[in-house]
């Protein structure tokens, strides 16, 4: 690797081209040759660049002389070249302690150079503060902006193979994924919030250069003041935070738990142009690369998305009750008091809402100057990466092989089941009690005028109440903890994997029936009854009873 080469980039060994990561086979490939190059080859590359640059970083004339200011309150390191810099911290308005830069090693890797100049971000920033004036955020930025400033942060960028658990709030099985993070910078300053510092990324990667003190002339520059520790946890928690939304999608919701574990990650250290305000709650930052604009005041929001599915089902079976009442208004108020008290007390067992800060974001921006005047373009995918990053899932197959699949959770076929296994359960008096008057109908007698299907009310009641706490409940449940598993094959090709009785689903999983014990066993209903004692006979006892008198009753001519 040559030392004029971004060190992000990793480049093949046969052809020189750029290598992007290969989740399926977990390597870099070639997008030219096709010529693989191994993760531990990839880091050992950037490790020897970083030892060469460490060299010539060290012995500068511009490191010997630098300064660092270090501030008593909020703890703020700051670096100048020596003489220059102010003399108060910015972060929290502080008068800063002066020494010399004793250890030039702390310098970073790499940096980004300002691309958008001090004047500019001002204008913009209060351009975006005047547009947003109705927002507490927006009068904040306006009346705040004597405190605008600009600095190269201290970050760590991070780059390689992820893995994941996941789990779904409510359900019990565990899925795995892996997946790559490709240049996810984490802040390494405690004095502003991580998390708006993440909403103004993405910085454009290529553009990246190795450190000479020449970038930073006239420029504040901020040097790390966390502990390794501390930014060990916070890459990880940034991590997740990164690998979190495609997650999401796979699993079909926010709700969820992910533990995430890393491979042998490549970090470098990096500085990155930032302008920002920093006033009481109000955290303003501008990336001064693309002039994304991301705003808190540490506001919050609650969203109970899990409301949403049982309003709808609410509103299904007050409809469908008001087709049956011809739509008489005071028998719909009524269902739609009795169905929203069952269905959400069901479906909100063990659900909470979710709470986000309030950040406001501008669109995903890249900055670029036509005869020396700034332009910005906004879009959501004006910086994107050539590779498909989007986690994977593995499951063993049937040699214990973690191979790569893809997971389904609804199918045409699996909603056509649960509608006939939910109506033959509700309906089966019906069916074998109309076979049965059938069978055995006088002779001239008509059909429709011995057959009253109202006789299996009491049957129809209880399994329709079974019925919907399957269905707003069980339902969920069985599909998650039961999907549909895809291998993916070498050619691309999917091919269903796993034994039937995994993918299987059914009223009685609700109770446990079917599922897995800690011991690895199946429980059958037979144990089920047995684990309950007395009160499981009884109920079968009952359930039977008013079974076959609803039959019986329906069968007598």
């Given at each position: ?306 409301a949403i599915e049982p309003s709808i089902i609410t509103a299904v079976l007050t409809f469908l009750m008001g087709m049956w009442s011809h739509f008489n208004l005071e028998m719909m108020i ?194 089920l009854l047995r684990d309950i004692g007395g009160a499981g006979v009884f109920i079968i006892i009952v359930f039977v009873g008013i079974f076959i008198g609803c039959v019986a009753a329906i069968?007598?001519?």
């Amino acid at each position: 690797m040559s030392d004029n080469r971004n060190p992000l980039n990793i480049y093949c060994r046969n052809c020189g081209a750029p290598a992007g990561f290969d989740i399926l086979n977990q390597t870099y490939r070639c997008s030219h040759c096709g010529e693989l190059t191994g993760i531990e080859e990839a880091n050992t590359r950037v490790m020897e660049w970083k030892a060469l640059h460490k060299e010539n970083k060290c012995s500068n004339q511009d490191a010997r002389t630098a300064e660092e200011r270090n501030c008593p309150n909020c703890g703020a390191k700051v670096m100048f070249a020596e003489g220059e810099g102010s003399e108060t911290c910015d972060f929290c308005g502080s008068k800063l302690a002066r020494k010399k830069l004793l250890n030039p090693s702390r310098i970073p890797d790499i940096i980004i150079p300002f691309f958008i100049t001090h004047e500019e971000a001002r204008e913009r920033m209060l351009n975006w503060g005047k547009a947003h004036k109705m927002t507490p955020e927006g009068r904040s930025i306006v009346s705040s902006m004597g405190n605008f400033r600009g600095y190269y942060l201290p970050y760590r960028l991070v780059r390689g193979p992820v893995q994941g658990l996941v789990k779904r709030n409510g359900g019990e099985r565990l899925y795995n994924c892996k997946g790559f993070l490709n240049g996810t910078a984490v802040n390494t300053s405690q004095q502003l919030d991580n998390l708006v510092l993440n909403e103004m990324e993405p910085f454009d990667w290529s553009e990246a250069r190795p450190f000479e003190f020449g970038y930073i002339a006239g420029h504040n520059v901020k040097l790390e003041d966390i502990p390794d520790a501390q930014i060990d946890r916070r890459i990880k928690d940034e991590v997740a935070e990164d690998f979190r939304p495609d997650v999401e999608k796979v699993m079909q919701t926010p709700e969820l738990d992910l533990s995430v574990s890393t491979g042998k990650l490549m970090t470098v250290k990096a500085l990155l142009p930032v302008y920002f305000i920093k006033s009481g709650k109000l955290t303003a930052v501008m990336n001064g690369q693309t002039g994304r604009i991301a705003v808190s005041k540490e506001r919050k929001k609650k969203r109970a998305l899990w409301a949403i599915e049982p309003s709808i089902i609410t509103a299904v079976l007050t409809f469908l009750m008001g087709m049956w009442s011809h739509f008489n208004l005071e028998m719909m108020i009524l269902s739609a008091l009795v169905f929203s008290a069952i269905v959400f007390a069901i479906m909100g067992d063990g659900r909470k809402s979710i709470v986000r800060n309030i950040v406001y974001k501008s669109n995903t921006s890249k900055a670029k100057r036509d005869d020396g005047k700034l332009k910005i373009r906004e879009g959501k995918d004006i910086l994107t990466n050539s590779y498909d990053n989007t986690p994977v899932f593995y499951e063993e197959d049937k040699d214990g092989e973690s191979v790569p699949v893809k997971i389904k959770f609804y199918s045409v076929g699996r909603w056509i089941s649960i509608i006939l296994r939910i109506l033959i359960m509700v309906f089966l008096p019906l069916i074998i009690g109309a076979f049965l008057l059938w069978a055995n109908l006088p002779e001239g007698a008509s059909f429709s005028e011995v057959f009253h299907p109202e006789y299996g009310g009491a049957w129809y009641i209880i399994t329709g109440f079974v019925a919907l706490i399957y269905f707003v409940k069980g339902v969920r449940r069985d599909i998650y903890d039961h999907p549909l598993i895809y291998k993916i094959l070498p050619n691309g090709k999917k091919r269903l994997m796993g034994k039937r009785r995994d993918r299987k689903i059914g009223i009685l999983h609700m109770f446990g029936v079917g599922e897995t014990d800690e011991d690895g066993k199946r429980v059958s209903l037979f144990r089920l009854l047995r684990d309950i004692g007395g009160a499981g006979v009884f109920i079968i006892i009952v359930f039977v009873g008013i079974f076959i008198g609803c039959v019986a009753a329906i069968a007598m001519p």
